[in-house]
């Protein structure tokens, strides 16, 4: 081998962490510890009337300090799986519920 193509450096390794997807969604419950459901809004069009059509898909995160309640727009990252549901993590809180929350008489 020549020196030339052993002095060449290898391509540097991309980061997989930057390439993990996200997705920005509501969500729908918080009564587990540590957990939320996040309902994420897909709009297409139909394949075959071109009609856009709203499509929902629901995603369990991790939410380590249990901050986002219910009706929250939050942003999610993919990760690891963390048990049976939850491969997802909450990255941050995009925007807080703006509806005032029912006072108990």
Request: no cysteine; glycine share 2%; hydrophobic share 40%.
């Amino acid at each position: 081998m020549t020196e030339a193509a052993t002095a060449t450096p290898a391509a540097p390794a991309t980061n997989a962490r930057n390439q993990r997807k996200e997705r920005v969604g509501e969500v729908i419950s918080n009564k587990m510890n540590k957990t939320i459901v996040v309902r994420v809004e897909r709009r297409f069009p139909h394949a075959r009337y071109k009609k856009v059509v709203t499509g929902y898909r629901k995603f369990y995160a991790h939410d380590e300090k249990n901050e986002a309640k219910v009706g929250d727009r939050v942003r999610i990252e993919e990760t690891r799986p963390l048990s049976k549901l939850k491969s997802w993590r909450l990255v941050e809180v995009v925007e807080r519920n703006a509806a005032v929350a029912p006072v108990a008489a």
